[in-house]
């Protein structure tokens, strides 16, 4: 998606090989008009297959999911990560790694809210080691209900998260994918050269 990619471009900033730093449009400020393009390119890209529900993690999965599912009109839910006073019966929960914040973290969903025969888009910010996605996964799972597939905002391919979860059959859709963050410089992955594969 030429439009985030430039976004990246223009405000992203590369901390390390492995970080990159979004906190201006995405993960701390939301660029809403960027937000409603993405939600719209994610209905596109996913309109081929049943969805029901969209699932994502608190916080920064919640812009891009709710966008989305104004375009799909479907409901949105998100995984919280944090207790909460009124959430605490039926609870679906997985456990989830964060290697930036290097802790674990318990993340749960009531099961009022997915049913055997929902079919759920998984929406997140980031795709890198796959945790995040494997979390929502086993939640859907618990709740016997269908994964229709994986959207991501900005999927880093140079770690192995994105293989794994396309090997495991998933249908994966990120909107950009970075070869590398080496020398303080992102580098995409072509579109061309992801559609001669």
Same mark, same amino acid.
């Given at each position: 998606?030429?439009?985030?990619?430039?976004?990246?471009?223009?405000?992203?900033?590369?901390?390390?090989? #492995?970080?990159? +730093? *979004?906190? #201006?449009?995405?993960?701390?400020?939301?660029?809403?008009?960027?937000?409603?393009?993405?939600?719209?390119?994610?209905?596109?890209?996913? +309109?081929?297959?049943?969805?029901?529900?969209?699932?994502?993690?608190?916080?920064?999965?919640?812009?891009?999911?709710?966008?989305?599912?104004? !375009?799909?009109?479907?409901?949105?839910? $998100?995984?919280?990560?944090? +207790?909460?006073?009124?959430?605490?019966?039926?609870?679906?929960?997985?456990? *989830? !790694?964060? $290697?930036?914040?290097?802790?674990?973290?318990?993340? #749960? *969903?009531?099961?009022? $809210?997915?049913?055997?025969?929902?079919?759920?888009?998984? @929406?997140?910010?980031?795709?890198?080691?796959?945790?995040?996605?494997?979390?929502? @996964?086993?939640?859907?799972?618990?709740?016997?209900?269908? *994964?229709?597939?994986?959207? @991501?905002?900005?999927?880093?391919?140079?770690?192995?998260?994105?293989?794994?979860?396309?090997?495991?059959? !998933?249908?994966?859709?990120?909107?950009?994918?970075?070869?590398?963050?080496?020398?303080?410089?992102?580098?995409?992955?072509?579109?061309?050269?992801?559609?001669? +594969?």
């Amino acid at each position: 998606m030429r439009l985030l990619q430039q976004k990246i471009l223009q405000e992203g900033k590369v901390l390390s090989d #492995s970080v990159l +730093k *979004v906190d #201006s449009f995405l993960n701390h400020q939301v660029d809403p008009i960027l937000m409603k393009e993405i939600g719209k390119e994610f209905a596109n890209r996913f +309109k081929e297959v049943p969805v029901t529900k969209i699932l994502t993690i608190e916080s920064s999965g919640i812009a891009p999911s709710v966008m989305a599912g104004l !375009y799909m009109d479907v409901p949105v839910i $998100f995984a919280r990560k944090r +207790k909460s006073l009124t959430l605490t019966e039926n609870l679906l929960t997985s456990s *989830v !790694y964060s $290697f930036t914040k290097n802790e674990s973290n318990e993340i #749960s *969903v009531s099961n009022n $809210f997915l049913q055997e025969n929902d079919h759920v888009l998984i @929406i997140d910010d980031f795709l890198a080691n796959g945790e995040a996605a494997q979390g929502l @996964i086993n939640i859907v799972k618990q709740a016997g209900a269908n *994964v229709s597939g994986i959207g @991501i905002v900005i999927e880093k391919a140079f770690q192995d998260g994105g293989e794994k979860l396309r090997l495991q059959g !998933y249908k994966v859709e990120s909107l950009a994918r970075i070869q590398s963050l080496a020398n303080k410089q992102v580098t995409f992955i072509r579109e061309r050269e992801e559609a001669l +594969k």
